[in-house]
Structure formats: structure tokens, C-alpha cells
């Protein structure tokens, strides 16, 4: 039997829209962070924050991904940023022609840092390079410590792992050190940042460590910049 | 210019597949539900409860859909009941060949009631007929009231909708008249329940709600039974 792997062409033709996406953000010095993560564990409230602690040093827009609606967009925009909703109309991830489109929209001789917020999904946003210079994802304490054991590639594919609502960890028993250690052991380099929007915890850590990651690429010589 | 759509002769393949299990179900006058949600909402908690409640009006069996790990058919194993693990190994979803390994090795005879627990993911379970019943879906309060308009279809597909971990409603300020509305809006045929596994709010409505399915299923006349 002839097996077709019909997967292969479809991510190839993405990596060779994401290589033209890099080369355009390399030209332009701007740092792309794509956040990943389940529905409802709190990119966008991540990003509200993010952009409060860095707008006074990074010139900063975001592009939003959903299903369906423009909810995030609007709070996007509401804080003074830039934002383009991307409606994928039933696709789970974001793929590198929506980020091209989206970028096509973006004044982006005036920015040094785009923040990409992915489908609310733990599985097929890791398979799709979009160009970006680092994944990140975020998992909230509801979604429970056991979480790393059951999505690995996620926690493998991002350069650091937001824990996200931490000031709720009483309240569903989240043991941090029984994650801490899966964590380690899938993604030995992965810092892990522990975040309260409620009561600010960590923001700053958080922040710094992005802040240190755009610098760090648009000081980088030229042909190993921003990767 | 062409356009392919590989989609389609996957879809295709899959409910084949369905189709064929859904015969293989009513011969034997099994119900089956199909139980899809984020990761980390509470399926298998919900599980375990419903397993509580009716254990002794149905005899029952648990199929567990996870990327990688055991540990869900593990817990519901502890509960006395038959469980079988399927790993996809990176795929985002249940298909409805996987689902007819596990039929066969279920003890199909002995058999009234099989809860699949889907992967982790709001948008792809929905794609897919496995040749259940009814598909479910839980929201937990953590993820926010505005889900339904992020992921409709997920919404629209689901008999029933379980808003699961009620009891940390204030800790997140959720609105449940904005979620209610959305939801009536999206499916008004579907009831909402109210779930906690901490307080053990709601679990006798939604087991009563399922009861009913299962036994119309099995009183309905041959031809029609079980859909």
C-alpha cells in the first residue's frame, strides 16, 4: 500500500512563506514572539501586560488570531497598539501567508517587536513556522500539573514556558514542582515564569527576559541577526 | 488556478469508518458520547462523576484520546471501570478508525454506555465523527465567558454544553448571563449545565440529562435506535 503523506507539502509550503516572512522582519529589525496556547489561559491578557512593561522601550503591534471574532483586537487596541485580527474561519493555528497578509497591514519600518497571538491550541500551532524568532507558550494553573506529560511537544517547541494565573494555585491544588520538574526534563533550557495578572507577580521577570531577546537580535551581526 | 481540497477525502475516509462503527454500536445497543474540551477543563473529572452517578444503571467503559501519556485511563481504571488509551502520537483529534481499535477491544456485550474523552482541543474534535451518539462539550470558568464567540462551531456541534469548576465563578468574574446568551445564541436547543466537581453542584442534572439519552437511545424502535 502507497501511504501519502499529504501533511508534507502543506508544511512546506509554509516554511518557504515563513523564510520570506523572516527575511522581510530581519530587514526590518523587528522581533516576532508567536504565543501559543489553550483557549481562555490568558495571551491576551499577557499581552496587555507585556506591552505596558516594554511600550516606553520597544515600538511594539500585535497580530491576533482567532476562529471567529475581533474580541482581542479590540482590547488590543484599546491599550494604543497596533493589532491585525486574523479570522482563520475554522483553521486551528496560524500559518505564514496570514502572517504575510497581516504584515503587508503593519507600518513596520516603525516597529522593533511584533507580538503574535496564536489559536487558542496546544497542539497544531507548534507544527507551523511562521517566521517568527522565538515561540512561547503559556499554560494557566486551572488546566492542572499534568499537562506537560499529556501536550510535550509544546512545552519542547517554546523558548521559555509562561505559568499563567498562578495566584489561583491554591485553589486547584497546582504542584509546582512535580510541573517544574516535567518541564526540566522535556525542555532542559526553557526558563519558566511564573504570572499573576491580578496581582502582577512576575511581569517584570517576564518582560526582561523578552526585552533581553529583542536586543539581543537586532545587535546581532548582520546574516545571524533576529534568529 | 486549482484548488485542492485535501481535506476532503480525509473526511470522507473517516466517516466511512463511522458510519461502520455506528452499526457495529447499535447492534449492540451502546451509547456512546463523545466528550470534547481544552486541556485541562475537567474531562476526565467529569468522568469520573458521571461514573459515580450511574454506575449502577449502566454498565460503562471510558475511551481516552490523549497526544501522549496514560495518565487519564489510569484514573479511570482506579474507578473500577474498562478503559482504553489511545495516544495519537501528535494528532490534534479522535479519528473513527481509532475509535474501532478500542471498540475491539472492549468487552461489547457486557456493555450500555462508552464516554470517549476527545484530545485537548476546541476546534478539531469537532471536525471528525467517530459514530457516537451525541457529542458534549465542557467549557471551564477559567477560560472566560467570551469562548462561544471565539469557537463557535465547537458550541454549535454539542448537544449538550457543561460549564465545568462553577465554583471559582468569582475568582474569575465570570458573567453567566453573557455566556448563557452566547450559547442560546450559537445552539438554543442545547441545555447548559452547571458543573463542580468540588461542591457537586449540577453532576445529578447532567447524569440524569445523559441517562435519558442512553435509555431513549436503547427504547428506540430498530432503524432508529441509537441516533
Known amino acids: 500500500m502507497t501511504h501519502i503523506d499529504i501533511s508534507k507539502p502543506i508544511l512546506d509550503k509554509n516554511d518557504r512563506l515563513a523564510q520570506s516572512n523572516k527575511e522581510l522582519l530581519r530587514e526590518k529589525k523587528i522581533f516576532v514572539l508567536d504565543l501559543m496556547a489553550s483557549p481562555g489561559a490568558g495571551k491576551t491578557t499577557a499581552i496587555l501586560a507585556t506591552i505596558e512593561a516594554l ?19 479590540q482590547k488590543i487596541k484599546a491599550a494604543g497598539v497596533p493589532a ?7 483553521v486551528c493555528h496560524l500559518e505564514s501567508d496570514m502572517i504575510r497578509h497581516a504584515l503587508d497591514q503593519l507600518p513596520l519600518d516603525d516597529l522593533d517587536l511584533i507580538i503574535v497571538e496564536n489559536v487558542g491550541n496546544l497542539v497544531c500551532t507548534t507544527e507551523f ?9 503559556i499554560l494557566s494553573v486551572p488546566e492542572g500539573d499534568d499537562k506537560p506529560l499529556k501536550y510535550p511537544t509544546i512545552f519542547q517547541t517554546s523558548k521559555a514556558v509562561i505559568l499563567s494565573k498562578t495566584d489561583t494555585m491554591p485553589v486547584f491544588d497546582f504542584d509546582y514542582e512535580a510541573f517544574e520538574r516535567t518541564v526540566n526534563s522535556l525542555n532542559p533550557k526553557a526558563p519558566i515564569f511564573q504570572l499573576s495578572a491580578k496581582t502582577g507577580e512576575g511581569i517584570q521577570q517576564w518582560a526582561e527576559w523578552l526585552a533581553n531577546q529583542v536586543k539581543h537580535a537586532q545587535n546581532a551581526p548582520d546574516g545571524q541577526s533576529l534568529h
Open 55 to 73: 511600550k516606553e522601550r520597544f515600538r511594539i503591534a500585535v497580530i491576533e488570531g482567532d476562529i471567529a471574532s475581533d474580541v482581542d483586537a
Open 84 to 90: 491585525i485580527q486574523i479570522n482563520t474561519g475554522g
Open 129 to 137: 513556522y511562521l517566521g517568527e524568532n522565538a515561540k512561547v507558550m
